[in-house]
């Protein structure tokens, strides 16, 4: 599952929802009203001050940070190339 107990953790923390049924991995964020666009911004900072990554403005679209399962797969890409 890679880092997704991290992303959960998160999540649950800081947007006060578990995906423990009622939505999906890959339910759309926005859509469901789990996060606005204030929210992409905590996602991208989380991201780059858990994982030491550089997150590029043309990088912030709905296929890497509209889902769980995005922004497991954008983090997953991310760190591939790091290393």
Request: glycine share 6%; charged share 25%; net charge negative.
């Amino acid at each position: 599952m890679g880092y997704m107990k991290k992303i959960l953790e998160f999540f649950s923390e800081n947007f006060m929802v578990d995906f423990d049924g009622k939505f999906t991995y890959d339910d759309s964020l926005l859509d469901k009203g789990i996060i606005d666009s204030t929210g992409v911004l905590e996602i991208v900072t989380f991201l780059e001050n858990t994982f030491g990554i550089q997150v590029e403005d043309e990088e912030i679209i709905p296929s890497n940070f509209d889902s769980i399962n995005n922004i497991n797969s954008y983090l997953s890409r991310k760190l591939a190339l790091k290393s």
